[in-house]
């Protein structure tokens, strides 16, 4: 039983946008190279993932997602990504046995306990796992099985359609609360809250080793 993972990205250059008052384009650029590479390590080295899927129109992300051994939907024309995800879906569902994971490339604080977590959410089939965002307005993460069931609607207050349409399908329905996949760098506030996260968790281990 297989899981395939796709993780849209946008280009590298581009990607938070709103960040733009506190990061310059280099820096933002670098920020994400590096929440990309960790993700993809992160899948790359999840047992229950067989295999990931970058779709992306910037070929410099598609290049990184090779390094890691990702295979690669390069988006054409206009950039539409609940598109694009249902076309790279069509061919993860011929291969992923178990389900499809749609899953972004900016959540820093994401684990693989977090991914496991979410896949033991499963208990019957069809089923649809969602995870939030921090607001409970976007989804962070997305789990179907079968892959496909639903359509993507991602975009401001997809959690609420996301939902709506798993009940519409007739699918058994889980929601995970969780705190690393719920916190996604877009805002100034998001990089607040990393960072104040970040030096309490310097400040317990100085504790712990004293």
Not at 7 to 32: F, I
Not at 125 to 143: K, M, Y
Request: net charge neutral; with cysteine.
């Amino acid at each position: 039983m297989t899981i395939w993972a796709i993780v849209p990205v946008k280009p590298l250059r581009l990607g938070k946008s709103r960040l733009s008052g506190v990061l310059t384009d280099d820096e933002r650029a670098v920020l994400n190279r590096k929440f990309l590479e960790q993700t993809l390590d992160i899948l790359r080295n999840l047992s229950e993932v067989a295999q990931t899927l970058v779709v992306s129109r910037d070929p410099a992300a598609l290049a990184i997602a090779r390094e890691f051994g990702a295979r690669t939907v390069l988006e054409d024309g206009n950039p539409n990504l609940n598109a694009a995800l249902t076309r790279a879906t069509l061919l993860a569902r011929n291969y992923a046995t178990r389900g499809v994971l749609v899953l972004p490339a900016d959540l820093p604080l994401l684990t693989q306990e977090d991914l496991r977590d979410l896949f033991a959410r499963v208990k019957r089939t069809p089923c649809v796992v969602i995870s939030p965002d921090r607001h409970q307005d976007g989804t962070n993460a997305l789990f179907m099985t079968p892959g496909g069931m639903i359509p993507y609607s991602f975009g401001p207050g997809s959690f609420y359609r996301h939902c709506e349409s798993a009940q519409k399908a007739g699918a058994h329905l889980e929601i995970l609360q969780n705190s690393h996949i719920g916190l996604d760098l877009d805002t100034p506030e998001d990089l607040r809250i990393l960072k104040s996260l970040e030096e309490s968790l310097v400040k317990e281990v100085k504790e712990i080793i004293k």
